[in-house]
């Protein structure tokens, strides 16, 4: 739901801005993935100059109603801020979601930053942060666009993985609206490696930026993790697979976004019981504050220090087995780790499995790109964002950049500003 009630709203806003210092010293900024001008922003908000204030983060960002409500704000811009060294920071993520809202509800233009028409033609695969940041900046410049999508809209996993209780998908479709509005075109149900292959846009257009994400769940390698009521939590929040949770007692394995979310959903829609093991401490949990406690008032157990190591069952799954584990220093690792503590085991009984220990890409599809890949899987990209393929970019979580929204879309950006450099180049060979 678009922030209601704004007029109200907007002192509410209004005495937050004025708690901002305005440094002159961007510590904010530095924070951000994005590099938004964090306190010239929210100058504007001070006197009440909105539009001028989304103009201001436009220059860098075109989620800005997506970032503000989800992006971990804690670890970047408002873990930066100043006033949070003696006290709270500034709330800068509401102040972003609410200029980023005023832009949809006032229909304030994303300015362009070209009205020159470039001769050149993009395509972008993909249509999560990555791939709409790509594709903003290219026709912002006067690149003709096309977005190739698998599915029958746009977002990616701000669709397909974030649960609206965190992202309304009002908001989601408005701004992506707003995004499809500057001139982009969209091929949807379109899926590479399915409809076409890389070659054929080769030949077809001048460039091409590739964002396919990679949310596909990584398996833990323990036994029993085969049987029956064993899920990926991506795939379970992606494809809503239709499993009837009332009453049940689930077990979720892992620490981060995607732990937090499919737990959350689930006890949503009715289990009984819903347990999140986590093998680190909770000050070591990568999901947000906010979030942990959100689950906990929700219901939602958590057990710390701990960790699964089998699933038991005769077809399907009955119990798990954990372990304790001790957070132990060791040398060339940055955070103490988890060792198990031997004779600690216990067994847990539950109906479902739910893995959240990680995200990768999908295998089938980045082998058979021919282009280069890491160690990890990722697409190998240079400092220029370019695949081993020279006409060929890519971005975000297929290549195995900071797995956050305000990351992908930042290095959706950076490409874009690649591609340009190389068209450019090009031009004059
Ligand atoms: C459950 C969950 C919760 C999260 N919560 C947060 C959060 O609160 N804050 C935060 O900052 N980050 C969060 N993240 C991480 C964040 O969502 C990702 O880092 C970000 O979405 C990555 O953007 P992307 O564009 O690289 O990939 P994606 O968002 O995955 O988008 C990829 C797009 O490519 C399309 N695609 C895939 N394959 C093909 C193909 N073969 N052909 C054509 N199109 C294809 C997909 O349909 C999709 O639209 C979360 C992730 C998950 C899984």
């Known amino acids: ?159 397909h993985g974030i649960p609206e209780f965190r992202l309304e998908k009002e908001i989601l479709d408005k701004q992506i609206q707003k995004i499809i509005d500057l001139g982009i075109k ?29 949310n596909i769940s990584a398996k833990m390698g323990i036994e029993g993790e085969e049987l029956q009521g064993v899920y990926g939590g991506n795939e379970l929040l992606e494809y809503k697979l239709p499993i009837e949770y009332i009453g049940k007692k689930v077990v979720v394995i892992g620490g981060g976004n995607v732990a937090m979310d499919t737990a959350r959903t689930i006890k949503r829609l009715g289990a009984k019981e819903v347990n999140i093991v986590y093998r680190r401490a909770e000050k070591q949990m990568p999901a947000e504050r906010k979030e942990i406690e ?32 001790e957070l132990v220093k060791k040398e060339g690792e940055a955070r103490e780790v988890p060792v198990d503590i031997i004779g600690s085991n216990f067994i847990m009984d539950t109906d479902y499995v739910v893995m959240a220990v990680g995200s990768k890409p999908e295998e089938g599809i980045v082998h058979s790109l021919g282009l280069e890949l890491t160690s990890k899987g990722n697409i190998k990209i240079d400092e220029n964002y370019r695949t081993s393929r020279k006409k060929v970019f890519a971005g975000g979580d297929i290549c195995g950049v900071k797995a956050t929204v305000a990351w992908a879309s930042r290095s959706g950006r950076e490409a874009a500003r690649a591609i340009m450099q190389f068209l450019e180049e090009g031009k004059s060979n």
């Open 294 to 325: 959100a689950a906990k008032q929700e219901g939602i157990q958590f057990l710390f220090q701990t960790n699964v190591i089998k699933v038991i069952g005769a077809n399907k799954v009955e119990k798990v087995e954990c372990i304790k584990t």
């Open 186 to 214: 969209v091929q949807y149900q379109k899926s590479l490696g399915k409809d076409y292959v890389l070659e054929a846009l080769e030949k077809e257009y001048d460039a091409i930026f590739l964002g396919i994400g990679a």
């Open 1 to 159: 739901m678009i922030q209601k009630n704004m007029e109200y709203c907007k002192e509410e806003i209004n005495k937050k801005a004025e708690y901002c210092l305005g440094c002159k010293v961007k510590m904010c900024t530095k924070g951000c993935p994005l590099g938004n001008d964090i306190t010239q922003f929210i100058a504007y908000v001070k006197e009440k100059k909105y539009e001028q204030a989304y103009h201001i983060l436009c220059n860098t960002s075109v989620l800005s109603p997506i970032c503000g409500r989800i992006c971990p704000h804690k670890s970047q811009c408002e873990g930066a801020c100043v006033r949070g060294i003696k006290g709270d920071p500034v709330c800068i993520g509401e102040l972003e979601a609410y200029v980023g809202d005023m832009g949809i509800e006032k229909q304030y233009q994303i300015p362009k930053f070209s009205e020159e028409k470039k001769e050149k033609r993009i395509a972008v695969i993909g249509g999560g942060p990555a791939g709409l940041t790509a594709a903003a900046w290219l026709i912002r410049n006067g690149y003709e666009v096309t977005i190739y999508e698998k599915y029958d809209k746009l977002g990616g996993i701000l669709r």
